[in-house]
Nanobody
Framework: QVQLVESGGGLVQAGGSLRLSCAASGSIFSISHMGWYRQVPGKERELVAD???????EYGDSVKGRFTVSRDNAKNTVDLQMNNLKPEDTAVYYC??????????????????WGQGTQVTVSS
C-alpha cells in the first residue's frame, strides 16, 4: 500500500501563486508515475500533470506554461508549482501514484493510489 498526503492548498487571488506538495509513504520503492489531478463538483476529474521517475512530464492543456510539476525520488515527494492562477483553476487537487507502470503517459484510471485532496480557491 501507498499513502499520499497533500498539503499547500488555500485561497489566493487571480494572478497569484501556490505550491502544492504530496508526500508518499508505505510501499514506495516501486512507485513509477505520480500525478496531480483536479476535480470540480459536477465535473469529471481533470489531468493537471504527470511525472515519471526520470522526470518526464505531461501537462493538461489548461495549465501548460503556468504550472510546473517536480519530483524528489529520494524524499518521495512530488510538488506542483502553480503560477498565474485563474479563477477556473479553483478545484480540489489530488495527488496520485501508481507502482510498476511502464506505459507513458498514464491515464487517470491507471493510478492505484490517491490522496485525500486539497482545496485550491482562486478569487477574481
Amino acid at each position: 500500500q501507498v499513502q499520499l498526503v497533500e498539503s499547500g492548498g488555500g485561497l489566493v487571488q487571480a494572478g497569484g501563486s501556490l505550491r502544492l506538495s504530496c508526500a508518499a509513504s508505505g510501499s514506495i520503492f516501486s512507485i513509477s508515475h505520480m500525478g496531480w489531478y483536479r476535480q470540480v463538483p459536477g465535473k469529471e476529474r481533470e489531468l493537471v500533470a504527470d511525472i515519471d521517475k526520470r522526470g518526464r512530464t505531461e501537462y493538461g492543456d489548461s495549465v501548460k506554461g503556468r504550472f510546473t510539476v517536480s519530483r524528489d525520488n529520494a524524499k518521495n515527494t512530488v510538488d506542483l508549482q502553480m503560477n498565474n492562477l485563474k479563477p477556473e483553476d479553483t478545484a480540489v487537487y489530488y495527488c496520485a501514484a501508481v507502482r510498476d507502470f511502464a506505459r507513458w503517459p498514464p491515464d487517470g484510471k491507471d493510478y492505484e493510489y490517491w490522496g485525500q485532496g486539497t482545496q485550491v480557491t482562486v478569487s477574481s
